[in-house]
């Protein structure tokens, strides 16, 4: 069974940082391009950033842009978004994705696979 596992997430204060992960189980994500998606309460889900299977292309919200930093280690097929300088506006559930077609991962259309996420809360 293929799976997609979130961690990291917690309760942190605003200019704070936390680093979240997703290990993917079931399969190689080696050649997947994969990515962090957030949904705060009331609002629809949002796409944060992503990267290619090679890392060698990296794109970010421009909400999140030199703030986040997202890297994966296909070794051990996780992902990982590093979180700095947090903002309260940054509280939503983040979920991990993966897609072997980067266009269809970055829109957030027709992904292949889900995490279940992890919630992220900043407080002023």
């Known amino acids: 069974q293929v799976q997609l596992v979130e961690a990291g997430g917690g309760l942190v204060q605003a200019g704070g940082s936390l680093r979240l992960s997703c290990s993917a189980s079931?399969?190689?994500?080696?050649?997947?391009?994969m990515g962090w998606f957030r949904q705060a309460p009331g609002k629809e889900r949002e796409f944060v950033a992503a990267?290619?299977?090679?890392?060698?292309?990296?794109y970010y919200a421009d909400s999140v842009k030199g703030r986040f930093t997202i890297s994966r280690d296909n070794a051990k097929n996780t992902m990982y978004l590093q979180m700095n300088s947090l903002k309260p506006e940054d509280t939503a559930v983040y979920y991990c994705a993966a897609d072997p077609i980067y266009g269809r991962l970055r829109l957030g259309v027709r992904v292949e696979y889900w995490g279940k996420g992890t919630l992220v809360t900043v407080c002023s």
């Open positions: 990267l290619i299977w090679s890392s060698t292309v990296t």
């Open positions: 079931g399969r190689t994500f080696s050649t997947y391009a």
